[in-house]
């Protein structure tokens, strides 16, 4: 069966993205500081770089491995309404995913087709509905919570996750949104799978289980 997971780029003090973040476009320039700190060992990898047309190139050593196996383990994903906020105008026209998207949100709005295989489905039922339509296309690849961190929470919170991978930024954001902050430590317990590191991140993997498992 498909496994639940999120990954995503953290502080050292543990945030996501810097306070009132929404794209690069839009930030003010310690925001962009901030977000550069952050995802700044993934930029320069050529996979992302391709995906996101930045250019040409780019690193291939274990950092660009690990962005390229996270995209090719992944059969569906589901996202917060404000990380599709930032996306819908930051992303390229065939957005990053090439897949289905499931965006959890209040607003009631038709799929949205990209070219290049990304859908975006908007689910106004809550979390438990995106994952059973998740589900249903994910075929053998496995479910990724792309996060923010509102949507992380409340898969965690209901004991709905099975992995995740934290790329871990040598960066202090002193404030931000906070990837754990409202997560019931009675949910979760954490298993270490792998650590790994380059001279960007520290790649940290987690099996996560149920207290009760
Ligand atoms: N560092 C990384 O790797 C990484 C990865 C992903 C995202 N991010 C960042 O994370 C930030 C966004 O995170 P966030 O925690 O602020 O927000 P989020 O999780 O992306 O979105 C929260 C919003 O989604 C909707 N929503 C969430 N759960 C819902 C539910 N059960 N039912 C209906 N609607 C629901 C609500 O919006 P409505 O009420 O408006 O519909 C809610 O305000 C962005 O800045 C993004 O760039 C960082």
């Not at 502080?11 to 925001?31: K, N, Q, V």
């Not at 906020?85 to 499931?102: C, L, Q, R, S």
């Not at 689910?123 to 589900?135: F, H, K, T, W, Y």
């Amino acid at each position: 069966m498909s496994k639940v997971f999120f990954s995503v780029s953290m502080s050292l003090d543990g945030f996501i993205a810097p306070d009132e973040w929404t794209d690069i476009g839009g930030a003010g320039e310690e925001s962009r500081s901030q977000w550069m700190q952050l995802q700044g060992w993934a930029f320069p990898q050529r996979f992302l770089r391709e995906n996101l047309h930045l250019g040409q190139g780019g690193e291939t050593g274990k950092d660009n491995e690990i962005l390229e196996q996270t995209f090719n383990r992944t059969g569906v994903t589901i996202i917060g309404k404000r990380m599709f906020d930032g996306g819908e105008t930051g992303w390229p026209e065939d957005a990053p995913f090439h897949t289905p998207v499931f965006v959890l949100t209040h607003q009631v709005r038709d799929p949205w087709e990209r070219p290049g295989g990304t859908t975006f489905y908007f689910v106004n039922d809550g979390i438990e509905s995106a994952l059973r339509q998740a589900r249903e296309v994910a075929g053998e690849k496995d479910i990724r919570i792309g996060g923010g961190a509102e949507a992380i929470r409340q898969y965690l919170n209901a004991g709905l996750i099975d992995e995740c991978s934290i790329a871990l930024a040598p960066a202090l954001l002193g404030s931000g949104v906070s990837l754990f902050a409202g997560v019931d430590h009675r949910q979760c317990s954490l298993e270490i799978q792998e650590a790994v590191h380059s001279p960007l991140a520290t790649h940290l993997n987690y099996a996560v289980r149920r207290q009760a498992d």
